[in-house]
């Protein structure tokens, strides 16, 4: 038997609970898990930083209390270094959610199941958990204050349901847990994957252009009147609200352009956001980002700044990677994230996907040895990828050594 003696603080005010666990050896790292879920439930967002020690380490808490885990990318690279070198983004929300039966006509896009169906979301969650999926993104990226309330919503009320898209990924990740715990064996079952594993959640941030629902985020055109002080006002309280809500990552996505990545760059280090960062941007070239700007002065704002843990591309065809991937290390030494979407081409005007445009999953998945050889340690799918795309990635990475070199 193996006992395992539980003590936390809060704010210097001394000893707040004391838990005795017994476990039996032969599950007990799953049963660690399962204590650690409890944990969150009981402490939540104060406790948020000794709850990323236990997932990055596979330790007891009682284990955490002297560590704190840095703001700095030695948290991503510690990531990967338990994920055996590479890791594995989930891939495409709005697609599951629309074949799972959600009609996402409507200004919100994802974030109107926020409104009217979470239990969807968390669905889709766990179907990339038992894909393969280390980190899961949530369903905030179209999510904003502004938009909830041109729905009617109250600021209170909006300032919800951004926290609850955080949640609802953190309930995902707890189900996942507990299913991994009832699983007979780790691996792969059924076609799906239960393994406990470190499993983080990015909260994702969409562009202005995102918000504005008219395809701009394709082109990174905010018109001349736009202005860098505007869009740091325009993403501020978002931005403190997801932080505030405990998740892993923030994830700044589809950037279209240099203004908005400065603008997120100030946003963190002036609001002095704990929460780790990652900066994606979307080029249309394979050379600049969609609005035109130079791929390279955009990363480069993003390697300056210290809370920005990882730096990528996503929402890009498949065939510019390896030349982008290619341009992020020559300006930053920070791990490289790619999750491109399908290929398929966007009818901004009709607001749909053009059918017959993209790549198959067994052409998708072909590229991420290679992208991988080259220099990016976490990779999945954007926009039209889905749960079968990530699990042909994790399977393809699960044959990558686990020595492997973290770029």
Same mark, same amino acid.
């Given at each position: 038997?193996?006992?395992?003696?539980?003590?936390?603080?809060?704010?210097?005010?001394?000893?707040?609970?004391?838990?005795?666990?017994?476990?039996?050896?032969?599950?007990?790292?799953?049963?660690?898990?399962?204590?650690?879920?409890?944990?969150?439930?009981?402490?939540?967002?104060?406790?948020?930083?000794?709850?990323?020690?236990?997932?990055?380490?596979?330790?007891?808490?009682?284990?955490?209390?002297?560590?704190?885990?840095?703001?700095?990318?030695?948290?991503?690279?510690?990531?990967?270094?338990?994920?055996?070198?590479?890791?594995?983004?989930?891939?495409?929300?709005?697609?599951?959610?629309?074949?799972?039966?959600?009609?996402?006509?409507?200004?919100?896009?994802?974030?109107?199941?926020?409104?009217?169906?979470?239990?969807?979301?968390?669905?889709?969650?766990?179907?990339?958990?038992?894909?393969?999926?280390?980190?899961?993104?949530?369903?905030?990226?179209?999510?904003?204050?502004?938009?909830?309330?041109?729905?009617?919503?109250?600021?209170?009320?909006?300032?919800?349901?951004?926290?609850?898209?955080? *949640?609802?990924?953190? $309930?995902?990740?707890?189900?996942?847990?507990?299913?991994? %715990?009832?699983? #007979?064996? +780790? /691996? &792969?079952?059924?076609?799906?994957?239960?393994?406990?594993?470190?499993?983080?959640?990015?909260?994702?941030?969409?562009?202005?252009?995102?918000?504005?629902?008219?395809?701009?985020?394709?082109?990174?055109?905010?018109?001349?009147?736009?202005?860098?002080?505007?869009?740091?006002?325009?993403?501020?309280?978002?931005?403190?609200?997801?932080?505030?809500?405990?998740?892993?990552?923030?994830?700044?996505?589809?950037?279209?352009?240099?203004?908005?990545?400065?603008?997120?760059? *100030?946003?963190?280090? $002036?609001?002095?956001?704990?929460?780790?960062?990652?900066? %994606?941007?979307? #080029?249309? +070239? /394979? &050379?600049?980002?969609?609005?035109?700007?130079?791929?390279?002065?955009?990363?480069?704002?993003?390697?300056?700044?210290?809370?920005?843990?990882?730096?990528?591309?996503?929402?890009?065809?498949?065939?510019?990677?390896?030349?982008?991937?290619?341009?992020?290390?020559?300006?930053?030494?920070?791990?490289?994230?790619?999750?491109?979407?399908?290929?398929?081409?966007?009818?901004?005007?009709?607001?749909?996907?053009?059918?017959?445009?993209?790549?198959?999953?067994?052409?998708?998945?072909?590229?991420?040895?290679?992208?991988?050889?080259?220099?990016?340690?976490?990779?999945?799918?954007?926009?039209?990828?889905?749960?079968?795309?990530?699990?042909?990635?994790?399977?393809?990475?699960?044959?990558?050594?686990?020595?492997?070199?973290?770029?």
């Amino acid at each position: 038997m193996v006992f395992i003696v539980i003590s936390t603080t809060s704010r210097g005010q001394g000893v707040k609970l004391f838990l005795l666990y017994k476990l039996e050896v032969a599950v007990a790292v799953k049963e660690f898990e399962l204590l650690r879920l409890s944990y969150y439930s009981t402490f939540k967002f104060q406790h948020r930083k000794r709850e990323r020690a236990l997932i990055l380490n596979g330790k007891p808490p009682i284990q955490m209390e002297a560590r704190s885990i840095p703001t700095t990318p030695s948290l991503m690279r510690e990531f990967l270094l338990q994920a055996g070198g590479a890791a594995v983004i989930d891939g495409g929300l709005a697609t599951e959610l629309e074949r799972h039966g959600a009609d996402l006509n409507d200004p919100l896009w994802s974030a109107k199941c926020l409104l009217t169906s979470p239990h969807l979301i968390r669905s889709v969650h766990i179907d990339y958990l038992e894909a393969g999926a280390d980190i899961i993104i949530t369903a905030s990226y179209q999510a904003t204050i502004q938009g909830f309330e041109a729905k009617g919503f109250s600021r209170e009320q909006s300032e919800t349901l951004l926290k609850k898209s955080v *949640e609802i990924a953190l $309930e995902a990740r707890d189900m996942y847990y507990k299913r991994c %715990s009832k699983s #007979s064996s +780790d /691996g &792969i079952g059924d076609g799906a994957i239960f393994k406990i594993r470190p499993i983080l959640v990015a909260a994702s941030v969409g562009s202005y252009g995102a918000y504005l629902a008219d395809g701009s985020e394709y082109s990174g055109d905010y018109g001349d009147a736009m202005t860098l002080e505007a869009l740091k006002e325009f993403h501020r309280r978002r931005v403190q609200v997801l932080a505030e809500a405990g998740p892993d990552l923030i994830a700044f996505e589809t950037v279209p352009n240099k203004m908005e990545a400065q603008a997120y760059a *100030e946003l963190l280090e $002036e609001e002095d956001i704990k929460i780790p960062a990652w900066l %994606s941007f979307n #080029s249309k +070239d /394979g &050379i600049n980002v969609v609005s035109g700007d130079s791929f390279l002065e955009c990363a480069s704002i993003a390697e300056s700044c210290k809370q920005v843990v990882a730096v990528g591309i996503n929402c890009t065809p498949p065939r510019f990677i390896h030349e982008l991937i290619l341009a992020i290390k020559k300006v930053t030494t920070k791990p490289i994230v790619i999750y491109p979407n399908s290929g398929e081409s966007y009818d901004a005007d009709r607001k749909e996907w053009v059918e017959n445009t993209g790549v198959s999953d067994e052409d998708f998945v072909s590229y991420v040895n290679k992208w991988c050889e080259i220099g990016a340690s976490l990779v999945g799918g954007c926009c039209r990828t889905t749960p079968d795309t990530i699990r042909a990635i994790y399977r393809t990475l699960s044959h990558r050594s686990a020595s492997a070199p973290i770029q």
